[in-house]
């Protein structure tokens, strides 16, 4: 059975950083794509990032040159390192593994529980 576990949530001010990890275990973790959603308060959940098996990488226009996904294969964990983070990106944000090692969307079948960012003004 898959389980996602995420960690790094915070509160922190405009213009700081938080580094988000998500440990995976259950199936062979080097094989499957990863990604990052959020969903914020009165709102679809929507994707952030994601990497393949591969470890190409893709972003929301919205988190382009601020984020950075990242996959450590050998602990089973993908970071999301979050930087000029804005109060936009106030969110729950929720790690999922894909279905192959390319595709993982919000039909994923596995999440993790999510971890609450908040951003200050």
């Known amino acids: 059975q898959v389980q996602l576990v995420e960690s790094g949530g915070g509160l922190v001010e405009a213009g700081g950083s938080l580094r988000l990890a998500c440990a995976a275990s259950?199936?062979?973790?080097?094989?499957?794509?990863m990604g990052w959603f959020r969903q914020a308060p009165g709102k679809e959940r929507e994707f952030v990032a994601r990497?393949?098996?591969?470890?190409?990488?893709y972003y929301a226009d919205s988190v382009k040159g601020r984020f950075t996904i990242s996959r450590d294969n050998a602990k089973n964990t993908v970071y999301l390192q979050m930087n000029r983070l804005k109060p936009e990106d106030t969110a729950v944000y929720y790690c999922a593994q894909g279905v192959n090692q390319i595709v993982v969307t919000t039909a994923a079948s596995y999440w993790g529980q999510g971890t609450q960012v908040t951003v200050s003004s």
């Open positions: 259950g199936r062979t973790f080097s094989s499957y794509a």
């Open positions: 990497i393949t098996s591969g470890s190409s990488t």
